[in-house]
């Protein structure tokens, strides 16, 4: 087994053991109410109300934890998009990254969740393109925290 590496404990197969090392930040959130109640940082930053989308039987009247993953993790994907681009020497402006986060039902009677990225890169061919995307999924911490736990689609265009 090389550094780095971890055998997974149900499957007996090497993984990439893609753990902090040193804590650098940590960020601090509390939820009141649960998904019809609201949500706080801290540090006071965050403050929104936050409510069931109509598809779950809701009002739609405030913003969901669905929202919520799918712009952290679009954005932590882009900044580590950038990082692989301009450690190749790459200059990625007006490169975008949307995310979609599906939630439903999963077969052990509870819910889980899909994302499909969408990223543009429109200065640099498709194979550049994808070349820096599968390292920027690689390097993203969203990425790699779900990595095995949820459908990832990542879609070039």
Excluded: W
């Amino acid at each position: 087994m090389t550094e780095g590496a971890a055998v997974d404990a149900v499957s007996g197969v090497d993984t990439i053991d893609t753990r902090p090392t040193k804590i650098m930040y940590v960020a601090e959130a509390t939820a009141h109410g649960g998904r019809d109640g609201y949500v706080t940082s801290q540090d006071g930053r965050i403050d929104l109300k936050v409510a069931m989308p109509p598809e779950l039987g809701g009002d739609g009247s405030g913003t969901n934890p669905e929202q919520l993953f799918a712009a952290g993790y679009s954005s932590c994907f882009h900044n580590a998009l950038i990082l692989v681009g301009n450690r190749a020497g790459y200059d990625l402006t007006g490169s975008t990254v949307a995310a979609k986060v599906g939630i439903g039902p999963n077969r052990t009677h509870g819910y889980g969740l899909a994302v499909a990225l969408s990223v543009s890169l429109p200065v640099l061919d498709a194979g550049l393109a994808a070349e820096l995307v599968d390292a920027a999924h690689q390097v993203c911490p969203y990425s790699n925290a779900t990595r095995g736990n949820i459908d990832v689609t990542i879609l070039l265009g």
